[in-house]
């Protein structure tokens, strides 16, 4: 793809798509750097040596200040009482484009700001590690930001690395806005694109209201590359997204 401008970076927070409300995203993934360095063997020691810690990732986005009912100013108040969320950053967000989605729990929030100027605000978000998270996971965009209201596959199919023993296959589900009565979805892989042989690899629902949900992990060796999303249950339209990965 090479080098792109930053107008369109997604940010799907929890239930909420956060994109339009910002004009500042990033997410910094660091390891905490640990000194290792030791006394010897004499006379060789020029520099510190380290190793990494402790892994870390978080949401830090800023924009423009909005109350509208549903809106950015109800998500950012909410998320502040809220357990982990899952959030996920892309590009573009679309089909195909890679993605980062992780659990992160918010610890910050400002807003308001100068007299005669637009009123900002800004969030910062930080992982939290546990119920099968471990930091930031590097996937695809399987299903972009849209309605479904039939049962069946939806978004693209999509190649991903095998698993190997030791790492594990993540995905995560948004669902926005006000949602039908109704969905249950799951992940598939197989193969061959023609998922002639599909195996489910992670369950979604029965959902009914707005939010993101991370699903249960799948421990690998995993040797199918295809995933798709389907919809195996739905009454009413919801609008969803979906990503995975392996780690």
Request: proline share 4%.
């Amino acid at each position: 793809m090479g080098t792109f401008a930053a107008n369109n970076i997604t940010t799907w927070f929890g239930g909420y798509d956060m994109t339009a409300d910002l004009n500042q995203t990033t997410m910094p993934i660091e390891f905490e750097a640990l000194d290792s360095t030791t006394m010897g063997p004499v006379g060789t020691r020029t520099a510190r040596s380290r190793k990494a810690g402790l892994e870390d990732v978080s949401s830090q986005v800023a924009g423009f200040w909005d109350t509208a009912a549903g809106g950015l100013e109800e998500a950012a108040f909410a998320s502040l009482r809220a357990a982990a969320q899952v959030i996920t950053h892309s590009h573009d967000g679309a089909e195909g484009s890679p993605a980062y989605f992780y659990q992160a729990r918010t610890f910050n929030y400002d807003r308001f700001g100068t007299v005669g100027e637009l009123a900002p605000f800004s969030l910062t978000a930080q992982a939290s590690k546990g119920n099968g998270s471990p930091g930031a996971v590097r996937g695809l965009v399987l299903k972009t930001k849209g309605t479904v209201s039939a049962i069946g596959a939806t978004g693209t199919a999509l190649q991903l690395p095998a698993a190997a023993s030791g790492e594990h296959l993540y995905a995560a589900l948004h669902v926005f806005g006000t949602p039908g009565t109704t969905i249950t979805a799951v992940l598939e892989s197989d193969d061959a694109n023609t998922f002639a042989s599909a195996t489910t690899r992670a369950t979604f629902g029965p959902l009914t209201v707005a939010g993101g949900t991370w699903a249960t992990r799948v421990a690998g060796p995993i040797t199918d590359t295809w995933y798709r999303l389907r919809v195996t249950a739905i009454t009413g339209t919801f609008t969803v997204a979906c990503v995975a990965g392996i780690k």
